[in-house]
C-alpha cells in the first residue's frame, strides 16, 4: 500500500519529483521576515554558496537562480529543503550594539561547539546554529566583531552564594556604544541586555544594581527560548535540559538566575583578573572564591575599567 500512494505522489508530481524552493529569511536585532525576490540590479553578485565565508559585504546576491536584496543588517538564511542550509551575516558598519545583538543570534546556548577551533565554529555558523555556552560564546562573537574592526572585552559575573556544580558565574559581551556615551554589556548567551529605566546598564552597573538589592529588566531581543534540549555534561553526561527549560520558562526566572550568578564583575586584563569587592567586609569572601584575583574597591574598579572616578549617581 505504502509503495502505491509513493507511486501515485510521484505521478502527480512528475516523473522528476518535488521541486525544492529556496526558502530565504531575513533576521535582525528585531524581527525575522522572509525574503522576496529582488529586482534585478547592475550591481548583482552571485551568492556562492560553497564559500563559506559568513560575514557578506551589502549586495543583491544570486541564490539558486533567484536574487534576494541583502543590504540590510541581519543574518540571512537559505534553506534548500532536504539538501542545504545556508546562513551568512551582514555587519552593520556603525553600531556595535546592533552587532553584538546579531552575532549572538547565530547560536543556541549548548555545548558541543564549545571546544571546535574559531575557524571550525565560522564554518559550523555557515549552515546551522552554534551551541555554545556563555564564556564559548562571547569569545566567538567577541573575536568575530574585532575582526571587523569593534571593539569588545568579555566581562564575568560571580556568585557570592554558596557554590553548585553548575550556576555560579557567567559571562558577557561589554563595549563602549557611542549612541549612549557609555560602556554597555550584552548577554550573548542569553540574549538580551540590562535596563534600570532608560539607562542601559555596564556591567559594572549590573551587579551593583544586584548588589543594592534594586530591580532591573532584562530586555531580550531573542524571539523565541534559544536553547539546546539536547545540552548534557561532556563529561558526566548529566542531562541539563530539565534545568535549562525551566531557566528560559519565563523573564522572571531569568533574571533570578542572574541575581546569583552576577553578584561581583570581574574584568581579566593583561593575565590578570580583578574583581570588585562591594565592602571592606566584603574582600575575605571575594578571595576566598579565587585568591588569584586581584580585588579592587568600586572605585578603583570604575577608575581603571570604565575611565570614571566616582559611583554612578543613584
Known amino acids: 500500500m505504502i509503495k502505491k500512494i509513493a507511486f501515485l505522489f510521484r505521478k502527480l508530481l512528475g516523473s522528476k519529483g518535488p521541486t525544492e524552493e529556496v526558502i530565504a529569511f ?35 546576491y544570486e541564490v539558486e537562480g533567484k536574487l534576494y536584496d541583502c543590504t540590510r543588517p541581519g543574518i540571512y538564511r537559505f534553506a534548500v529543503p532536504q539538501k542545504a542550509n545556508h546562513q551568512r551575516v551582514v555587519l552593520d558598519r556603525k553600531n556595535v550594539f546592533t552587532n553584538a545583538k546579531i552575532l549572538s543570534l547565530l547560536s543556541i ?15 559550523k555558523a555557515s549552515k ?32 557570592l552564594e554558596s557554590l553548585n556544580s553548575f550556576s555560579n558565574g557567567h559571562s558577557l559581551l561589554e563595549f563602549y556604544a557611542d549612541f549612549f556615551g557609555k560602556y554597555i554589556v550584552v548577554d550573548v548567551d542569553k540574549k538580551g541586555f540590562f535596563r534600570q529605566g ?10 551593583r544594581t544586584i548588589f543594592l538589592g534594586e530591580e532591573f529588566e532584562f530586555v531580550s531581543y531573542a524571539k523565541f527560548s534559544m536553547v539546546d534540549l539536547r545540552f548534557s ?8 535540559s530539565f534545568y535549562e527549560y ?19 564583575p570581574l574584568i581579566s586584563e593583561g ?17 576566598g572564591i579565587n585568591p588569584r584575583w586581584i580585588i579592587l574597591s568600586p572605585e578603583s574598579f570604575l577608575e581603571k575599567f570604565y575611565h570614571q572616578g566616582q559611583l554612578p549617581n543613584g
Open 26 to 60: 531575513l533576521e535582525t536585532e528585531t524581527d525575522i521576515v522572509q525574503l522576496v525576490e529582488a529586482p534585478e540590479k547592475v550591481s548583482q553578485q552571485s551568492l556562492d554558496l560553497q564559500d563559506e565565508a559568513l560575514i557578506l559585504a551589502p549586495c543583491i
Open 109 to 123: 546556548r549548548g555545548n558541543c561547539d564549545n571546544h571546535s577551533m574559531f575557524s571550525e565554529k565560522l564554518s
Open 128 to 159: 546551522r546554529f552554534l551551541r555554545l555556552t556563555c564564556t564559548y560564546n562571547s569569545l566567538f562573537v567577541g573575536k568575530l566583531l574585532s575582526q571587523n574592526g569593534f571593539s569588545t572585552r568579555m566581562v564575568q559575573g560571580h556568585t
Open 198 to 207: 532608560s539607562k542601559v546598564l555596564s556591567m559594572f552597573e549590573l551587579c
Open 233 to 240: 555534561d561532556l563529561e558526566t553526561g548529566f542531562d541539563y
Open 246 to 264: 525551566s531557566q528560559y520558562a519565563s523573564s522572571l526566572r531569568m533574571v533570578q538566575t542572574l541575581k546569583r550568578i552576577c553578584q561581583v
Open 271 to 287: 593575565g590578570s583578573t580583578y574583581a570588585c569587592s562591594w565592602t571592606k567586609e566584603m574582600e575575605s569572601i571575594v578571595c
